[in-house]
């Protein structure tokens, strides 16, 4: 992910913020930053389900919090749901 400096701020203070909020949320091992191209590569394992009609656009949602459950159960069956792999 990119972040603009009209998002996070500019310099190595603001740069710094949000890796050490990446860092928290997915541990030093799987965030890195490429002062060249100003991107942070961020490894995260999460379920997902993802919807495509044609097989090039797709749509992918994000199942990591149980809270989120009942919202997805109104547009994706609960049958799909209940398949998450760990």
Known sequence: MRFSPQAIGEGEAAINRVKQG????????????????RFFHVTAVKPVIASTADKKG???????SEQ?????????????LDLKVD
């Open 22 to 37: 990446l860092v928290t949320q997915f541990g030093e091992a799987n965030v890195l930053y490429d002062n060249a191209t």
């Open 58 to 64: 797709w749509k992918f949602v994000t199942i990591d």
């Open 68 to 80: 989120l459950i009942p919202m997805l159960e109104k547009f994706i069956p609960k049958e799909i």
